[in-house]
Every structure is written in C-alpha cells, then in structure tokens.
C-alpha cells in the first residue's frame, strides 16, 4: 500500500511561483512507477497537469500549463515535485498526486489509470 502525501501549496498572487512536493511511503518500487499532478477547482472535474513516466524520465504536460510548470522526481527520497511557475489565478484548484502500479504502462493523462493519490494541496492563485 502507498501513502502520498502533498505539501507546499498556498495562497499567492498572479505572477508568483510555488513548488509542491509530494512524499510517498509503502509499497515498493517507487522507481518504477509513473508519477504524476492532476488538479480540481471547485464544480470542475479532476484534470492532468502533468507526469514523469517510470521508464523514461520523460515527462508531459497539460496544454494549459506547459511551459510555466515543471514536474521532476527524486527516487531516492521518494518525492516528486511540481514547480508552478507565472501562476495564473485560473490556476487555483486542489492539486493531487498520483501513482501508477510499478511498471505500468497505462495512459498517463487518465485519472482512472491510477493506484494512489494524496489528498491534495490547495493552491490559491488572487489577481
């Protein structure tokens, strides 16, 4: 059983940067599992930010965050990190961590490919 733990979120201002960090415990194989951020405003349904897939390092990004966000992982530590560059206040939801099973290779992008998740962090983004 993993435990995902978020941290970092906040309330700031539009323009502002924020990094989440996302602890995971149990289980095994952290390595081996594609991690990723997805997020919910309020009355809006649970969307992709982005992930850090397993295998490759590589990592992907939603349309409305590519190129302000970046996401990283620390395998040692069993972390993986969002850093939230220009927030934009279109940006404030509950961001959630997410995990794979070990050496998955389902569609990163679909909240219902995966195991875990945190309970999120609440990011507030003011104008």
């Known amino acids: 059983q993993v435990q995902l733990v978020e941290s970092g979120g906040g309330l700031t201002q539009a323009g502002a940067s924020l990094r989440l960090s996302c602890t995971a415990s149990?289980?095994?194989?952290?390595?081996?599992?594609?991690m990723s951020w997805f997020r919910q405003a309020p009355e809006k349904a649970r969307e992709f930010v982005a992930t850090?897939?397993?295998?490759?390092?590589?990592?992907f990004y939603s349309d409305s965050v590519r190129g302000r966000f970046t996401i990283s992982r620390d395998n040692a530590q069993k972390m993986v990190y969002l850093q939230m560059n220009s927030l934009k206040p279109e940006d404030t939801a509950v961001y959630y961590c997410?995990?794979?099973?070990?050496?998955?290779?389902?569609?990163?992008?679909?909240?219902?490919?995966?195991?875990?998740w945190g309970l999120g962090t609440q990011v507030t983004v003011s104008s």
């Open positions: 997410a995990a794979h099973s070990p050496y998955s290779t389902d569609v990163p992008e679909q909240s219902g490919t995966y195991t875990y």
């Open positions: 149990g289980g095994s194989d952290f390595s081996a599992r594609t």
């Open positions: 850090i897939r397993w295998n490759t390092g590589g990592t």
